[in-house]
Antibody
Framework: QVQLQESGPGLVKPSETLSLTCTVSGDSMKSSYWTWIRQPPGKGLELIGYIFDNKSPSYNPSLGSRVTISIDTSKNQFSLKLTSVTPADTAVYYC?????????????WGQGTLVTVSS | DIQLTQSPSSVSASVGDRVTITCRASHSLGGNWLAWYQQKPGKAPKLLIYAVSSLQRGVPSRFSGGGSGTDFTLTISTLQPEDFAIYYCQQVTRFPYTFGQGTTLEI
């Protein structure tokens, strides 16, 4: 059974960097695409970006150059960094897997972690 | 970006009803690159349908998907109490992969 778990600070100050880690169990990280998605309170879903093994990640242009996704397959983890955060970055952040058999759709998700941007 | 517009934004229904939710894309999605998710309060979304009409493992057969080009549907044939939730479509044709705004299915 594939499981994903997000971890990181729940409160970040404006202009600082949001850092989250997703720990994966039950799957080889080298064979799937790993994705970050966020959902502001009461709003819809926004894909942040994804990474596959050590290939170059793909990022949503809406986040510009603020986002970095990295992977450490030896630790079964991938990470998200979002710089220069503002209150608009307050959201539940999810990590998820693109299923190899589900046509790029996200078949396993973490439970999500709320990150609040506030001073 | 490809915009996805779901309709209705919310719908009220009863147990046993048949419900259809529509997802319209701003550009043709070409192949079968559309998925549907269900989200319950405080939970992560759950994949229901991928590739327009393929049922994800473990999802009840009362859920079905269809459509092509720019117009897609999610149908729940006989509503059960556990189906009341928010439903999202997602296109995976062109990056950035985008989601519809969601449809709330209420009792």
């Amino acid at each position: 059974q594939v499981q994903l778990q997000e971890s990181g600070p729940g409160l970040v100050k404006p202009s600082e960097t949001l850092s989250l880690t997703c720990t994966v169990s039950g799957d080889s990280m080298k064979s799937s695409y790993w994705t970050w998605i966020r959902q502001p309170p009461g709003k819809g879903l926004e894909l942040i970006g994804y990474i596959f093994d050590n290939k170059s990640p793909s990022y949503n242009p809406s986040l510009g150059s603020r986002v970095t996704i990295s992977i450490d397959t030896s630790k079964n983890q991938f990470s998200l960094k979002l710089t220069s955060v503002t209150p608009a970055d307050t959201a539940v952040y999810y990590c998820a897997r693109e299923g190899a058999l589900t046509a790029v759709s996200l078949d396993y998700w973490g439970q999500g972690t709320l990150v609040t941007v506030s001073s | 970006d490809i915009q996805l517009t779901q309709s209705p934004s919310s719908v009220s229904a009863s147990v046993g009803d048949r419900v259809t939710i529509t997802c319209r894309a701003s550009h043709s999605l070409g192949g079968n690159w559309l998925a549907w998710y269900q989200q319950k309060p405080g939970k992560a979304p759950k994949l229901l349908i991928y590739a327009v009409s393929s049922l994800q493992r473990g999802v009840p057969s009362r859920f079905s998907g269809g459509g092509s080009g720019t117009d897609f549907t999610l149908t729940i044939s006989t509503l059960q109490p556990e189906d009341f939730a928010i439903y999202y479509c997602q296109q995976v044709t062109r990056f950035p992969y985008t989601f519809g705004q969601g449809t709330t299915l209420e009792i």
